[in-house]
């Protein structure tokens, strides 16, 4: 996505160690008519998928995922890392890695919010290693649930998530993908 | 805001304590249509504030706060309570009790995104004590920002938050408000 790229490229910064700097508009300023702009772009390339559910994990995917969920008039889920005291006692839970946070998170979802037979599009900020996807995948494999699509702002190819996500055979589409990060340079896939 | 309150007293639960269950449309699921329909009216009630940038605390204040954002065209700023890997050594940082989690919470804003002379709106989901919001009041004043207004999508006016910021002297706008939590019933202000 044009709009996307150009914004990465105008106001990104690369930090160096793969670590790509987006908190003036995606992760900590966020600008939301870009986010809308980008809930828009997945909702068009994912109508055709049946979706009944829009899964991503706190924090950051928030804001692409419930923008997307609008555009798809859907309901959206978003996993907690902490189990707040209004969840239930038996919840969905999976440990994932954090490359960022150098340590396992949690990822916890509420069995009321995610039931059998759903259809789940995950929608996050980054596809990096894809652990994170992974472990929503897992979560809604335990409810019994079925992920259609996968869909990330900024795919870092060159960590390998998307070909840790190959064996669900299903689509991954990113609005931006990053093929390489030397120096301070920030070079697309296409 | 009647949609709201209509969704509370259909599918809010009152869990005793003073707690309020609202994890199916506000704060794990999200219903994206009414957090517009929200923040098209918070919009509305502020849009003549001048704000210059709305302000929220992560995590179930992005929702509404993006929204808002939106529909006054201003970026959203959210606080973070764990400082990534992405954010300067030098930040704004202030503590602010939380009552749900039973701990002190870190609120931390990079000086970035929050500058001198800012007239910030700030957007959370639930005003109660008004702790997590005076907190976000001392981030901005540290930056030397002016707070220039306050929405919830839900106040409890019996934890007497609204008392809390009476002296800051500006709007505090509350969608629901909710007077008692007795038994297991729910009853608004009005």
Redesign the interface.
Known sequence: MKELKERILREGKN?GGG?L?????I???????L??DCGREFARRFRGLGATKVLTA??SG??PA??T??HL??????A?K?K????PDQVFLTLSPSH??GRTVELI??P??LAGGERVLVIDDFLASGATILGLVRLANTAGAKIVGIGALIEKSFEGGRAALAHLGIPVESLACVKSMEGDRIEFCD
Chains 1, 2 share one sequence.
Request: hydrophobic share 45%; proline share 7%.
């Open positions: 930090l670590i700097k987006v908190d003036g508009f992760n900590h300023q966020v600008d939301p008519q986010m809308d706190e924090i928030i804001g419930l923008m969920a609008l008039k859907l309901p959206v889920v978003y907690r902490h707040p005291i209004t969840m960022t946070k979802i509420s009321e919010y």
